[in-house]
Structures are given as C-alpha cells and as structure tokens.
T-cell receptor, first 112, second 117 residues
Framework: KQEVTQIPAALSVPEGENLVLNCSFTDSAIYNLQWFRQDPGKGLTSLLL?????REQTSGRLNASLDKSSGRSTLYIAASQPGDSATYLCAVENSGYSTLTFGKGTMLLVSP | EAGVVQSPRYKIIEKKQPVAFWCNPISGHNTLYWYRQNLGQGPELLIRYENEEAVDDSQLPKDRFSAERLKGVDSTLKIQPAELGDSAVYLCASSLGRGREGLTEAFFGQGTRLTVV
C-alpha cells in the first residue's frame, strides 16, 4: 500500500526566505505526482503536476522536482510571501490504481 | 469558467440523521471523485466515477454511504444514518480523465464541512 510522508509537518519562516517542502512515497511505481495548496476552510488548489517521465515543473516562484527512483519530491518556493501561508499537500497516482494518495501536508506560515 | 461547485458548504446534523452532499464538476470532466478529509489529514478517496460508472468504490462504507452520478454530470453523496465519526470535510474533485501518462490534473471544490453531534 502506498504511503506518502511530508516533512516538515509545520514550518514558520520570515517573508523573503526561500524554502523547501519535502514529500516521500514508498512505492515508486507512480504515474504522476501533484502538489496542492489548501487554505483554511477551503478546498484544494492544484499547483503543479509532474508526470513520471518528467524531472521537474515550474510555475512562477514554485518549482517542483521528482526523483521517482528514490521516492522523493520537493517543492521549492522562492522569495516567500505572507500570501503563501497555507497547507501544502502532495499526492501521487499509483500505476494501475487511478486514484491519488495524499500526504498529511505541511502547514506553512510566512510572517511579514 | 466555473470550477467544481459543492453544496452545502456547512452542515450540522444529529447522529442517526441522513445527510446528502451535492457536486457539480467542471464542464466536460468525465472523471469525478469524492474524498473525505479528517482534521489534520490528507484527503482519502471514497469513490471515483468515470462518466456514470463507479469504477472505484472500495473505500466507500457501503452500509451507510451511497453515491450516484446521474447522466455523468452532477453527483450526490449520501450518508444514512450518520455517525459521530463521519464528521469531516467532504471534497469533490473532477478531471478530464486518463491521459497517456496517468490521470490528468484534478480540480477540487470548496468542500462540505459536516459536523455530527
């Protein structure tokens, strides 16, 4: 059974810092990995989707990398802003299952 | 373009009462998901539809949960009777379906926060 772990569980940084969120998964037979953002009381917003054949994806200040063989992904946020404060979730789709398995998320707080 | 729409946003019911949630996916999205998210946890899949067909409902507690997707568009998720442990956020998501390299990007609604007292 696929297990997804996100480290750290919570992170507090001052505005302007570059930061890295980590995601690891136990079964490397995945189709893709997706990073989401969730604001309190809200649904999930898709940030980046990385196909298994890709190494990374970029969107604005966000960069996500994928190392399928080692079961790891990182989400890099450059020049963090208070508006980046949210919970960040990663999810993987296992080959043959067609569903997403989520981690518990990293709660990020960026202070002005 | 409207995203995934869910209603109601909040629901408080007494245990043993029935409750229903409604989801309208993004137009043209063939795949629809219902997830449940407990506090401090990631979402967990309850059921996945491909058009009208429920293709993965292995995690749906079928003794009390039911779902339908009429005409392959809107979907409803029902709980009868509700238990205290059902308190959670129920999320609906949709996607275009399966591409060459797995599922396409999933888009989520705002969720329904259920409190069972």
């Amino acid at each position: 059974k696929q297990e997804v772990t996100q480290i750290p569980a919570a992170l507090s940084v001052p505005e302007g810092e570059n930061l890295v969120l980590n995601c690891s998964f136990t079964d490397s037979a995945i189709y893709n990995l997706q990073w989401f953002r969730q604001d309190p009381g809200k649904g999930l917003t898709s940030l980046l989707l990385i196909q298994s054949s890709q190494r990374e994806q970029t969107s604005g200040r966000l960069n996500a990398s994928l190392d399928k063989s080692s079961g790891r992904s990182t989400l890099y946020i450059a020049a963090s802003q208070p508006g980046d404060s949210a919970t960040y979730l990663c999810a993987v789709e296992n080959s043959g299952y067609s569903t997403l398995t989520f981690g518990k998320g990293t709660m990020l707080l960026v202070s002005p | 373009e409207a995203g995934v729409v869910q209603s109601p946003r909040y629901k408080i019911i007494e245990k043993k009462q029935p409750v229903a949630f409604w989801c309208n996916p993004i137009s043209g999205h063939n795949t629809l998901y219902w997830y449940r998210q407990n506090l401090g946890q990631g979402p967990e899949l309850l059921i996945r539809y491909e058009n009208e067909e429920a293709v993965d409902d292995s995690q749906l507690p079928k003794d009390r949960f039911s779902a339908e997707r009429l005409k392959g568009v809107d979907s409803t998720l029902k709980i009868q009777p509700a238990e205290l442990g059902d308190s959670a956020v129920y999320l609906c998501a949709s996607s275009l379906g399966r591409g060459r390299e797995g599922l396409t990007e999933a888009f989520f609604g705002q969720g329904t926060r259920l409190t069972v007292v």
